[in-house]
């Protein structure tokens, strides 16, 4: 059956059509759905012959909470059950400005950034656009609010699962439904320069966030094999065509990991990289990753990182990740549920 959470406003529209009954169905069903219904038989808006159609043709699925971690700062991290058994994590944090969720798009991921416990294990599959937008539904019940905001950057490289992610982004900002501007969906990749251009193309008013963290592909090789398919060149080549086409701004993600990409240097070489784009750097301290030998930098090489940037005229910001106490860092709580298992 289906997940109806992967069905449009317009398409239940026509079902309802189809099943002869009235396609204005299609709205109370939706209303009741993104209210947090967990089954067909609470929509007391619909007649039972609707009801019972409806149970035939799909399922109200909700991936399942079944572990869940919560940080000294709000940070609350879910492990959560897909239909098929398959575990993700979703991270909720709360904000001056409200709830952001940090959803995954694969489970696992392809990509091999040997500074990332979601990879791991290798790539097990894309996620369902139904599924994506279930981590949202999820992370609302838990914090008991809307959210506000989407990032597109828990585990999996979201423009390696093109179709359902786009999918999803039009799911999550329909009328009918969540309604979340596209302004507020932030999505994060590694740099798959051909899908970068492509999502260009669509003008969606998504902010784009480039996972950069080194200033060389000889260095960007050495921790991210996807720099064997593109260069930094290629990437920034895209960044601007994106920028062109959107008009929106992309930020860069730099996880600063200790004596290996956080040296002045460094700093500098990135600031010529970005000069004259209007960007914005996230400087993240890596985490600490069991059985990776990566340790974050020291307090005083992530300022002077920070201020070199400056002082060039590139805007950054130092981001602690949220949640360091609840092995909140991408794909680690899973990967612990996994070691564990
Ligand atoms: S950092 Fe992102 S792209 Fe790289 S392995 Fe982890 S989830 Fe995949």
Known sequence: MDNIFDWSYDELKEWFKDSG??????KQVLDYLYKGAGSFDEMKNLNSTSREKLKEAFVIYVPEVIDKRVSKDGTVKMLLALQDGNIIETVVMKYVYGYSVCVSSQ?????????????????VRNLLPGEILGQVMAASKEAGERMS????MGSGEPLDNFGNVLRFLELVNMKEGLCLS?????????????????LADMKLQITLAISLHA????????????????????????VRYYMDKTGRRVSFEYSL??????????????????????T??????????????FRPSQ?????????????????????REMGGDIDAACGQLRRSYLDGM
Do not use: Q
């Open 21 to 26: 009954e009235g396609s204005f169905r299609a």
């Open 107 to 123: 489970v696992g991921c392809a990509m091999g950034c040997s500074f990332c416990a979601s990879t791991k294990g290798g790539m």
């Open 149 to 152: 905001h989407v990032v597109l």
């Open 182 to 198: 596209h302004r507020n969906i932030t999505l994060s990749t590694c740099g798959l320069v051909d899908r970068i251009r492509e």
């Open 215 to 238: 200033v060389t592909d000889e260095k960007r090789r050495e921790i991210m094999p996807i720099a064997r398919r593109w260069s930094i060149r290629e990437i920034l080549d895209s």
């Open 257 to 278: 990991v200790n004596g290996v990409n956080d040296s002045l240097e460094d700093a500098y070489a990135l600031a010529s990289l970005l000069k004259g784009m209007k």
């Open 280 to 293: 914005h750097v996230n400087l993240i301290p890596v985490n600490v990753i069991r059985e990776m030998l």
């Open 299 to 319: 307090n005083k090489a992530v300022e002077s990182f920070r201020n070199a940037l400056e002082s060039r005229g590139i805007e950054a910001t130092v981001r």
